[in-house]
């Protein structure tokens, strides 16, 4: 049963009185809710909500689904909505030509009563809704009557059982009673147990926790003595490695001092090879100058190998950098193959220091 449709009184318009018969038919098929339509002929509830309310006209399609739900003849009620149109359509002129004024109010009587007089000349669809209305009401009679009948049922046996209980009442107090007895006896019983139990468990497990704490101190200290000796062992291997890298330092650090001192027994060789090389060059360009009578800057040369610090420098030199005596001659004619180039002056030199080879020079970078 769907819930209490709202009541939709007969104002005499065609669309109204179409919404009535709906309503009867939907009656008679057992009043199904708009859920119930809307799962069974596939359309909203607000469009079904419209149909049974008489809110505007409906299509064919949607009266055909729901008169095939309810159980009706679609095809009749089919005839009956090409009717409705047409009454429809001449009560809506009737009623748009005037409004609300007595002109207006008079053509919907006409129209009301013509609509009487159809019926009156038609009475066959008059008694059917009225016998369509009857039996719906003594469906719902006899309905209410097997209600009634079937509640005064479940009343007399729900009376009856509560007599039989009122009678049981005694009896089942004290089966209740006996059976808290017996359950309280039976919880003293599991309690005594239980304690018991516990106190072995207990027990038990402090033996347990003994044999756990015994073995974990023997396996703590195996575990100790290892750890000492991987200690020692690792500490013997780094004291080995330690005085070997020692060693490895004491020889790199001797081979680098050998390698210092060398450097410097090198380096003050070459300075002093540079020396001698740049005395016996002065001492050659001092010959050419006094050959050609410039005595003030054989001075000047003098002089710059005592600020040098270089005079007599190679004087215990052996082999091609000692000494070598100056000879003396006749200056030869300067040519293109012995000359060199003397700052300010182009100079010419004999072909006795020609033939000795200028090597080239230089003082090595110092470390610092």
Do not use: C
Request: net charge negative; charged share 30%; glycine share 4%.
């Amino acid at each position: 049963m769907g819930r209490r449709v709202n009541a939709l009184p007969d104002d005499g318009r065609p669309l109204t009185g179409f919404a009535l018969r709906l309503r009867a038919l939907r009656e008679k098929a057992g009043s199904p809710s708009l859920t119930e339509l809307a799962e069974l002929t596939g359309y909203g509830q607000p469009r079904l909500s419209e149909l049974f309310n008489a809110k505007r006209m409906p299509s064919n399609d949607l009266v055909r689904d729901v008169v095939q739900a309810l159980g009706g003849d679609d095809a009749a009620w089919l005839v009956q909505l090409k009717a409705l149109r047409e009454a429809e359509d001449e009560f809506q002129a009737v009623t748009a030509r005037e409004g609300d004024t007595l002109e207006a109010q008079v053509a919907r009587l006409e129209f009301e009563n013509k609509r009487l007089l159809a019926l009156t000349f038609h009475p066959d669809s008059v008694i059917a809704q009225a016998k369509a209305a009857t039996e719906a009401a003594a469906a719902r009679i006899d309905r209410a009557t097997a209600l009634e009948a079937q509640a005064r049922s479940v009343l007399a046996e729900a009376l009856d059982q509560i007599r039989q209980a009122h009678e049981r009442l005694p009896a089942v107090e004290r089966q209740a009673e006996s059976i808290l007895g017996d359950a309280r006896a039976e919880a003293d019983r599991h309690a005594l147990l239980g304690r018991s139990e516990r106190e072995q468990i207990t027990l038990e497990a402090n033996d347990r926790a003994d044999a756990i704490r015994r073995k974990a101190q023997q396996e703590a200290s195996a575990l100790k003595q290892r750890a000492i000796e991987n200690a020692r062992e690792h500490r013997e291997k780094a004291a080995a490695a330690t005085d070997r890298m020692l060693k490895e330092v004491d020889l790199l650090r001797a081979e680098a001092e050998q390698a210092v001192q060398l450097a410097q027994a090198q380096r003050s060789n070459m300075e002093r090879r540079a020396k001698i090389e740049i005395e016996r060059l002065v001492r050659t360009v001092q010959k050419r100058l006094e050959e050609v009578g410039a005595s003030e800057e054989t001075e000047l040369l003098e002089l710059l190998l005592l600020d040098f610090n270089i005079n007599d420098s190679h004087a215990g030199a052996i082999g091609r950098h000692a000494r070598r005596p100056v000879e003396s001659g006749p200056a030869p004619s300067p040519s293109a193959d012995t000359r060199t180039v003397i700052p300010g002056q182009a100079r010419g030199i004999s072909e006795e220091d020609a033939e000795q080879p200028w090597l080239p020079w230089g003082f090595p970078p110092s470390k610092e």
